[in-house]
Structures are given as C-alpha cells and as structure tokens.
C-alpha cells in the first residue's frame, strides 16, 4: 500500500498570502497524483490531477508541482473561499486508493 | 451538470446491516468506474470500494473486505453498497465518487450520507 503523508496538518495564512502544501508519497507514484478541496457539508472537489493539471473551471492560483514521491499544492493569493481542508491522492498503484491525511488551512 | 447523490445512511447497531445508494444524474452513468470513499470522524478520507464501468469487477479495501459488497444499475444509473456486520469504526460520512478510468482521479463526488454504528 502506498502511504500518503501531507504536512502541515494545520496552515494558517493570512488572506492574500500564499499557501504551500505538501505531500510525500511512500513509494513512487509518479505524475499520478491529484489534489482535493473540501470544505464542511460540501462533495470535495477536484482541484489539481496528473500532478500539475488544474480541473475544469479552477483558478489559476491553484497550482501543482513534483514527481515520484515528493509533490506540493500552492495557492498563490489565498481568498476567502479557499480556508478549507485539502488532501492529496495517488491513483498510480492500487487498490488501494490511498489518501493523504489532509492539510487544514485556516485563517490566520 | 453532473450530480451524484447519496442515501441511505442512517444508526445501526453493531453487527446491523445498512444499504446505501447513490444516484447519477448529468452524466453517462455507465462510463464511469464507481467509487466508495468514507470520511471518518475527524480523520481524513478513505476509499472503500470501487465498481467497473460494466458492473462486473470490484475491489475492496481490506478493512471491509467481505463485509461490504459494490453493485450497481446502470439502468438505474445507481450504485449500491450493502454494508453487513457493521462495526463502530465503519462510522463515517460515505461518499460515491466518479472516476473516467483506470489510472484516474475521482472527477465528480456527491454530498455524502452519514452512517452511525453504535449501541
């Protein structure tokens, strides 16, 4: 099973600041590795897949970056609606579908 | 616009049974693999299951391995699971979720149902 690890578990910024998120990956999952938002009573909404490519209709400030085992999420200028929670998820080797453990971002 | 609504949720007690649905709608139902995927309280997310396009192959994580079983109707465009000889730790918000393929994220995902699993 491939491990999926994100740090911070809580990031606190200030609006308009800009947010780093990571994610480690126990094993190389190479460039198949998408990013979620989820926010209370909401379906989580894709965000980023295949590492770098934004999902239909998600601003440019989303972005992704990396490979194999080390990936990370920013957020360029954080607005108001973008304080939720965020998980990675390899989709390379499964079953499992693996989940990281989600980063909370807040604001500060 | 794509919508995936769950149901179904609901309190059973330890060693009960639950069925929960899923119904698509704005899509081609029967393009798509279909996902369970849960919530724990306060704890991330977790996949559960997971369906082919044509009905006739799943997968299952450990943790419910046959205790939970995936079906779907494509006629119906619903999915199912039968959740039997619940337990405590299978409390959690229960997502269905969407995928195009094999080596694909979760595209599309619904609001989720609740089950509660105790005494």
């Known amino acids: 099973e491939v491990v999926m690890t994100q740090s911070p578990a809580t990031l606190s910024v200030s609006p308009g600041e800009r947010a780093t998120l990571s994610c480690r990956a126990s094993q190389s999952v190479g460039s198949n590795l998408a990013w979620y938002q989820h926010k209370p009573g909401q379906a989580p909404r894709l965000l980023i897949y295949d590492t770098s490519t934004r999902a239909t209709g998600i601003p440019a400030r989303f972005s992704g970056s990396g490979s194999g085992t080390e990936f990370t999420l920013t957020i360029s200028s954080l607005q108001s609606e973008d304080f939720a929670l965020y998980y990675c998820?390899?989709?390379?080797?499964?079953?499992?579908?693996?989940f990281g453990g989600g980063t909370k971002v807040e604001i500060k | 616009e794509v919508q995936l609504l769950e149901s179904g949720g609901g309190l059973s007690q330890p060693g009960g049974s639950l069925r929960l649905s899923c119904a698509g709608s704005?899509?081609?139902?029967?393009?798509?693999?279909v996902s369970w995927v849960r919530q724990t309280p306060g704890k991330g997310l977790e996949w559960v299951s997971i369906i082919s396009r044509d009905g006739l192959t799943s997968k299952y994580a450990d943790s419910v391995r046959g205790r939970f079983t995936i079906s779907r109707d494509n006629s119906k465009n619903t999915l199912y699971l039968q959740m039997n000889s619940l337990r405590a730790e299978d409390t959690a918000i229960y997502y269905c979720a969407i995928k195009s393929g094999g080596n694909y994220p979760f595209d599309n995902w619904g609001l989720g149902t609740l089950v509660t699993v105790s005494s």
């Open positions: 998820q390899q989709y390379n080797n499964w079953p499992p579908l693996t």
């Open positions: 704005g899509f081609t139902f029967s393009s798509y693999s």
